[in-house]
């Protein structure tokens, strides 16, 4: 167990603070990263130079597109190329990253040149040449060759983003071709087609029809979802959460219909200094996350939850990584059609670097396939709970979710007087 001097609820005042690494070169701040000193980009350090060194990155995009926020509502827009051709899938496949080392996965990452241009959020509905080539982009389904002119040398400072994986290399674009046409699938061609179809409806529509989230997000971040006059370029961070939530509530709706698992459960897998916890409790459908984090030898907690009869509401405290904990439970309950009330706790330990809210989705996806126990009772459950995680049972007290179970009196215990 970590031996832990001090704990305590963390607001929303405190979300960025607390979220920083202690990086051994630059202490946590990225602004200062440096090509020749960053332990984890030594693998990458001759590529980046030859990158450095020209104006011009041809390469097959995995494929890749990044809109950022800074400035809304005008944004930076552009494709995400590194300069090789080969099979760059692996670099947008999220489920496989688990299963690289850490710095393998920093290094294929910081390879992809980001091209940037300032655009309106509008212009997605009327795009140039430039956004044209980049919507196109985001449709393909596989590597696709593409050519960036940048108006200078790229700089060379890798960007670590809570929510977002980390990008590379950055400049100014100047011109984006497309070296080869684009593999499209049918379903993503015909949705992006349908301008009269909500963005929720053709979130659910592509994600049933098996089109991978980090697809959907390109999509929806690019403004190729939703009614021709509500179109509109989204920031990446935004996107990845609104689509995490968007398919969560359509899922959490059909919970609902089935019954309520018969036993206590207890899932866990850790990966990339995160691990991953999630208790299922017989009942309605109710979720809650506390997100702890390791420092020094103290800790900082954000928690979050959703109750029968609560509104829907942002996760202040927890934040994307709310959403991104919810779905694969919910994928789970929907898979064996059952019912159930779920605490997440994700514990994050020294070591860590910003690789955004995927890791949570996929180690909690991961997670669901690992049962560690279960049981018929609850105090036992809390049991082998306290075993194998380093949060404290006693933190748990402020648990909406194990208050409720602990306080509601059951229909059978009624029955029982009479």
Known sequence: MVQLKLYRFAGRSEFREERRVSCPVCGGDFKKCRLEICPYLKDVRELLRKVQSS??????????AFIGSWGYPRVLAGPLVPPIQA???????????????????????????????????????NPS????????????????????????????????????????PSGTVVKAILAENPTIPRVVDKIV????????????????????????????SLGLLGLKRWRRLVPTEWSITAVDDQIGRWLRS????????????????????????????????????????????SMKIYHDSELPGDPDRYPENVGGAYHALRLPILEKLSEIRRQASALAIAEIYEGWIPLGVWRFREICRRAMKFRRCKSNSLNEILAELGKIIDLPLRVLDESRVLRYHKEQKQLTEFLKLF
Do not use: C
């Open 55 to 64: 104006r011009i990155v041809f390469g097959s995009s995995p494929p890749s």
């Open 87 to 125: 099979d760059t899938s692996l670099m947008e496949d999220y489920g496989s990253w688990l299963d690289l080392p850490l710095q393998k996965l920093v290094s294929m990452r910081v390879s992809m040149v980001r091209g940037k241009k300032p655009v309106k959020i509008e212009d997605a509905r």
């Open 129 to 168: 040449r430039l956004l044209t080539a980049i919507q196109e982009l985001g449709m393909a389904y596989t590597p696709t060759d593409v050519e960036l002119e940048l108006d200078k040398e790229p700089v060379i400072r890798p960007g670590f983003k809570l929510r977002y994986a980390p990008t590379g």
């Open 193 to 220: 087609s349908d301008i009269d179809l909500k963005a929720s409806q053709a979130i659910y529509k592509l994600y049933r029809s098996g089109i991978g989230e980090q697809h959907i997000v390109r999509l929806f």
């Open 254 to 297: 059909r919970l609902k219909e089935y019954d309520w698992i018969n036993m206590y459960e207890i899932y866990q897998y850790e990966a990339h200094y995160n691990r991953v916890t999630v208790l299922l409790i017989p009942g309605p459908w109710m979720f809650e996350v506390f997100e702890v984090w390791y420092r020094g030898g």
